[in-house]
């Protein structure tokens, strides 16, 4: 990249799903591979960046509820996996000799850091990839909401939510509708009504209060995360407002 980046900070938002790769379950190292080489890529360009990983390819907190087990502790299963998907994608970045750091809201002393906020931001000046690991650390919040809230915390420019199939917010379930047709520019308000799906309506709902910028793409596609922040109109973009960063 040559061109200046949009952004200064920003928190990338990976779910789970997108480090399965072809799998149907757990990690594929080869796609853990190509996403951590994007991130040092636009890392190296100048852009500040912090991530949150799902944990859908290992366990899903919802679906452990759903087959009999408590949903505080399902939660807590899912953000221990959360945890395993950080310390891989640690190790992919440790390998491009890319430095980063886990910061975790369970305390895990052995294998990562505790969260603290002044303690992430200073990472992050220092050039560091910061990766939050478990959550929020409380049950009955997903880690969309996680990822509003650190993307909140440590002041970025944008949250840019990363999807494994999808290249935007369409305005019917694409699944279920052959016809759906992706939105170029939604705003907070306008999604949450319609309930369409950027993020879960307590995610959505915190980045519109503090009018946080949300660009939903396809992390399939290779260079995404680049092409966002070189400014490129990619996917679905969710302001409060027009925001002249992004061509149209």
């Known amino acids: 990249m040559t061109q200046r980046p949009v952004c200064t900070r920003v928190l990338l938002k990976l779910s789970g ?10 990690i594929d190292p080869e796609r853990l591979r190509v996403i951590a080489r994007e991130i040092s890529q636009v890392v190296a360009n100048g852009t500040e960046v912090a991530i949150v990983v799902g944990a859908g390819n290992i366990f899903r907190g919802v679906s452990g509820a759903s ?5 505080a502790t399902a939660d807590y299963m899912g953000m221990l996996a959360t945890v395993m ?31 603290i906020r002044g303690r992430a931001i200073r990472h992050l000046e220092k050039g560091r990839i910061v990766i939050f690991a478990a959550g929020t650390g409380n049950p009955f919040f997903s880690t969309d909401t996680a990822a509003a809230l650190r993307a909140l915390e440590i002041g970025a420019d944008c949250l ?4 494994k199939k999808y290249d935007g917010v369409y305005d019917a379930d694409p699944e279920i509708h052959s016809d759906a047709r992706m939105i ?3 705003t907070h308000r306008e999604a ?7 993020m879960d309506s307590t995610a959505l709902s915190l980045c519109m209060d503090n009018n946080l910028p949300i660009m939903v793409f396809n992390m399939s596609v290779p260079e ?6 070189q400014g490129e109109r990619v996917g679905t973009i969710v302001t409060s407002g027009p925001d ?3 061509k149209a």
């Open 17 to 26: 799903e997108a480090l399965m790769g072809e799998l149907n379950y757990g």
């Open 67 to 71: 087959q009999g087990i408590d949903r």
């Open 85 to 115: 998907n950080c310390m891989a994608l640690q190790d992919a970045l440790r390998k491009l000799a890319s430095d980063s750091r886990v910061l975790s809201a369970i305390h895990m002393q052995e294998i990562c850091e505790p969260y």
């Open 160 to 163: 840019l939510m990363a999807k």
């Open 184 to 186: 170029e520019h939604i």
């Open 192 to 198: 949450l009504e319609r309930g369409l799906r950027v």
């Open 224 to 229: 995404n995360i680049r092409r966002v922040l």
């Open 244 to 246: 002249e960063r992004w």
